[in-house]
Each structure stands twice: as structure tokens, then as C-alpha cells.
């Protein structure tokens, strides 16, 4: 689609994020939308990316105050479009919501976690150049037909507002909304904010590393009982985690000021980011674990407790065994971390800091 344009003309596009994730992949837009636009639209303007980086009030789930909030941000700058990127999700009875768009406005609201967990720099780019060809094209020419956005996955639905929704349908969409909830909640730094944790862990990790009792049984279990004891207790820490930091959200009292439509949603991001967490926990121990047990004990004294020649494998059971009962020890080592520090990898507690952060601006708007 191409949308005629007069040499030395300059087109500003402005990206209005929320903070963290939303922010950063903004950045990146204003590194690569001008030549993505230039290449696809083949406009002869200079396109100008403008980002900032603010919440905007979107710690509302409710998309209509987000979308009116956007429209208002963008009235008082002189940016030619908007592009608002946030980090909730957005749905609605037919699906999940990928963007909101109001041709009128020339404003787009974009669900980041609708894109799901990989890929998302591009995605977003994809996105982003369809959004502003239709934007540009309803612009040249006003229609009450729907805005062409063609997005792979993606169906648009003219509302009878004149705004275009983009959805996913379910369940692939309700996928892609928590593998882009997990994604955002950045479950590896959760890793580090166990430091408690770890230094139990590596404790217990290290009585299995040192101890040949500990070899020994290893090597006598079978797979499914390894299988097994893994499972338990990174289910052990999982919990621990949850449990000890009261990361299960529970429905909040006061429904008629707070919308809960997605605390089902928040509960399945924040265990989903927990496990995922946990697993590199989890990983990082292991190669830990194997790397001692490779170091510490020689083939041939292995050999000599077990009473038959080692192997690789005889390695990775032990180191597998050692680690754990270091996960184990973590589990226990949880439970003393400070809370900030846990919930800042979860989902929730963002949406509750922001919905804290909403509620005292709109107190101080209206102290009646």
C-alpha cells in the first residue's frame, strides 16, 4: 500500500510506552521503523521516531480509559500519529486483543503480551509498519470501510465507534498472552533475586558433591525415580516461592472500583514465570553441580566406591542428585528473600504497583 507523499516532507511518529520491556522494544522501533517504512511505503518524506517512555495510566485493565487516555496524551503533542505500546493484556469476548485502532485519531493502542514470548522485537515491527500504512491510507483518504492491517494470525473488526480491532482468536491468542506475560516478567532475573536461595542451594548442592553416599544412591536409582525427585522438588521451590511470598493473587474486595477480569490470567502468568524461573534456577545449579563433581572426584576413586568402572553418565546422575538437594535447600532458603525483590519478576505485582500508582493520581485529581 503506498500513500503518495511530497519530497522533503516529514512524517513524526510518536511511541508512547509503558516502562521496562514496552520501553526498550520502543527504542528499537525508532531504530528500525524509518527504513521499514521507506522500503515498504515508498513514500519520498523523512520519517522522525519519537519515543517516551511513560506510563501513561495504563495500569487500568480496561482498554477503553487506555485508548481515551491515549488520545489524549497524543492532543497535546505535535506528533502526526501515535503508536502507544503497553504491557497488559487486552481482551474481549470474541479474543485476545493485539491492538486498538483509532483511525480518526490516527492512534494505535498495541498489546505487547498478544505477541507472544518469542520474536518480539520483530513482531512488533511487523505490526507496527501495518498499523501506520492503514493509518497513513485512512488518512489520504477517509473511508468507513476498515483500515487494511494485514498481520499474519491477526483478523481486524471494524467497531461501530470507528475504531479497528485486531485479535487473535482462542486459544492460540490466550497462548500467546501468557507466553508474552512470562516473557515480560523476565523470569531469569528471578534467578537473581534468590540470592538466599542460592546460597543454600549451593550448600546442598556441595554435601551431594563431597559425600559418596550420596554417589552411590544416585547411581542406584533408575531414571523414573530420578525423573521423579527432580519433579519434586523444583515443584518444592515453585510452591515455596508462591506460598512464601504471596504471590497468588486473591479476588480483591472492593470489584466495583477494580476490575478483576484478569486475575485468572495474572495467577497463570505469575506461575507460569515461577516455573520458568525456577527451570534456569534449576539449570544453572545442575552445570554448576557437574562441573564440581568433574573437578572434585576422579574417574578412578569413582570407580573405586562405586566397585565398577564410571562413565559420563555415572557424572551427570550424581551431579543431578546433588543438585537436587541443593533445590531442596533453596526452597527453604526462599522463604528469607525479600518480598520486593521476588514479586518484581511476577506479573502482578507491576499491575498492582501501577494500579497503587493510578489511584493516587486520580486522588489527586479529585480529592472529593
Given at each position: 500500500?503506498?500513500?503518495?507523499?511530497?519530497?522533503?516532507?516529514?512524517?513524526?511518529?510518536?511511541?508512547?510506552?509503558?516502562?521496562?520491556?514496552?520501553?526498550?522494544?520502543?527504542?528499537?522501533?525508532?531504530?528500525?521503523?524509518?527504513?521499514?517504512?521507506?522500503?515498504?511505503?515508498?513514500?519520498?518524506?523523512?520519517?522522525?521516531?519519537?519515543?517516551?517512555?511513560?506510563?501513561?495510566?495504563?495500569?487500568?485493565?480496561d482498554?477503553?480509559?487506555?485508548?481515551?487516555?491515549?488520545?489524549?496524551?497524543?492532543?497535546?503533542?505535535?506528533?502526526?500519529?501515535?503508536?502507544?505500546?503497553?504491557?497488559?493484556?487486552?481482551?474481549?469476548?470474541?479474543?485476545?486483543?493485539?491492538?486498538?485502532?483509532?483511525?480518526?485519531?490516527?492512534?494505535?493502542?498495541?498489546?505487547?503480551?498478544?505477541?507472544?514470548?518469542?520474536?518480539?522485537?520483530?513482531?512488533?515491527?511487523?505490526?507496527?509498519?501495518?498499523?501506520?500504512?492503514?493509518?497513513?491510507?485512512?488518512?489520504?483518504?477517509?473511508?468507513e470501510?476498515?483500515?487494511?492491517?494485514?498481520?499474519?494470525?491477526?483478523?481486524?473488526?471494524?467497531?461501530?465507534?470507528?475504531?479497528?480491532?485486531?485479535?487473535?482468536?482462542?486459544?492460540?491468542?490466550?497462548?500467546?498472552?501468557?507466553?508474552?506475560?512470562?516473557?515480560?516478567?523476565?523470569?531469569?532475573?528471578?534467578?537473581?533475586?534468590?540470592?538466599?536461595?542460592?546460597?543454600?542451594?549451593?550448600?546442598?548442592?556441595?554435601?551431594?558433591?563431597?559425600?559418596?553416599?550420596?554417589?552411590?544412591l544416585?547411581?542406584?536409582?533408575?531414571?523414573?525415580?530420578?525423573?521423579?525427585?527432580?519433579?519434586?522438588?523444583?515443584?518444592?521451590?515453585?510452591?515455596?516461592?508462591?506460598?512464601?511470598?504471596?504471590?497468588?493473587?486473591?479476588?480483591?474486595?472492593?470489584?466495583?472500583?477494580?476490575?478483576?477480569r484478569?486475575?485468572?490470567?495474572?495467577?497463570?502468568?505469575?506461575?507460569?514465570?515461577?516455573?520458568?524461573?525456577?527451570?534456569?534456577?534449576?539449570?544453572?545449579?545442575?552445570?554448576l553441580?557437574?562441573a564440581?563433581?568433574?573437578?572434585?572426584?576422579?574417574?578412578d576413586?569413582?570407580?573405586?566406591?562405586l566397585?565398577?568402572?564410571?562413565?559420563?553418565?555415572?557424572?551427570?546422575?550424581?551431579?543431578?542428585?546433588?543438585?537436587?538437594?541443593?533445590?531442596?535447600?533453596?526452597?527453604?532458603?526462599?522463604?528469607?528473600?525479600?518480598?520486593?525483590?521476588?514479586?518484581?519478576?511476577?506479573?502482578?505485582?507491576?499491575?498492582?504497583?501501577?494500579?497503587?500508582?493510578?489511584?493516587?493520581?486520580?486522588?489527586a485529581?479529585?480529592?472529593?
Open positions: 500500500m503506498t500513500v503518495a507523499g511530497q519530497a522533503g516532507d516529514s512524517v513524526t511518529i510518536g511511541v508512547l510506552a509503558d516502562p521496562d520491556l514496552p520501553t526498550r522494544l520502543a527504542h528499537s522501533l525508532r531504530a528500525d521503523l524509518p527504513g521499514e517504512l521507506e522500503l515498504v511505503l515508498g513514500e519520498r518524506v523523512s520519517w522522525q521516531v519519537q519515543v517516551n517512555g511513560d506510563p501513561f495510566e495504563a495500569m487500568y485493565p482498554n477503553d480509559q487506555l485508548i481515551d487516555r491515549a488520545r489524549d496524551y497524543v492532543s497535546e503533542t505535535s506528533w502526526d500519529l501515535a503508536l502507544c505500546v503497553t504491557d497488559l493484556p487486552l481482551r474481549d469476548t470474541r479474543g485476545v486483543l493485539v491492538a486498538v485502532v483509532d483511525p480518526t485519531a490516527q492512534v494505535a493502542l498495541i498489546s505487547l503480551p498478544a505477541l507472544g514470548g518469542f520474536r518480539l522485537r520483530h513482531r512488533l515491527r511487523e505490526l507496527a509498519v501495518a498499523i501506520v500504512a492503514g493509518l497513513r491510507a485512512h488518512r489520504a483518504e477517509p473511508a470501510v476498515p483500515v487494511p492491517i494485514p498481520v499474519r494470525g491477526v483478523r481486524a473488526s471494524q467497531e461501530a465507534n470507528g475504531e479497528l480491532h485486531l485479535l487473535r482468536r482462542r486459544p492460540f491468542g490466550s497462548v500467546c498472552v501468557l507466553a508474552g506475560m512470562v516473557r515480560a516478567n523476565r523470569p531469569w532475573q528471578l534467578v537473581i533475586g534468590l540470592s538466599t536461595a542460592l546460597a543454600g542451594a549451593m550448600a546442598g548442592t556441595s554435601f551431594g558433591v563431597l559425600y559418596s553416599t550420596i554417589w552411590t544416585a547411581v542406584s536409582l533408575g531414571p523414573l525415580r530420578l525423573a521423579g525427585i527432580t519433579v519434586a522438588a523444583l515443584t518444592a521451590l515453585s510452591t515455596w516461592i508462591i506460598i512464601g511470598h504471596s504471590l497468588w493473587e486473591r479476588r480483591a474486595p472492593d470489584t466495583d472500583t477494580r476490575d478483576d484478569y486475575l485468572a490470567l495474572r495467577n497463570a502468568g505469575t506461575v507460569s514465570t515461577v516455573v520458568v524461573g525456577t527451570i534456569v534456577f534449576f539449570l544453572a545449579l545442575y552445570l553441580a557437574l564440581a563433581v568433574a573437578l572434585v572426584v576422579s574417574p576413586y569413582l570407580a573405586t566406591t566397585g565398577r568402572p564410571s562413565d559420563l553418565g555415572d557424572y551427570c546422575t550424581i551431579a543431578l542428585m546433588a543438585t537436587v538437594l541443593g533445590t531442596v535447600a533453596g526452597a527453604v532458603g526462599s522463604g528469607l528473600e525479600d518480598d520486593v525483590t521476588v514479586r518484581k519478576a511476577t506479573y502482578g505485582y507491576r499491575e498492582q504497583d501501577r494500579y497503587r500508582l493510578a489511584e493516587q493520581r486520580r486522588r485529581r479529585d480529592p472529593s
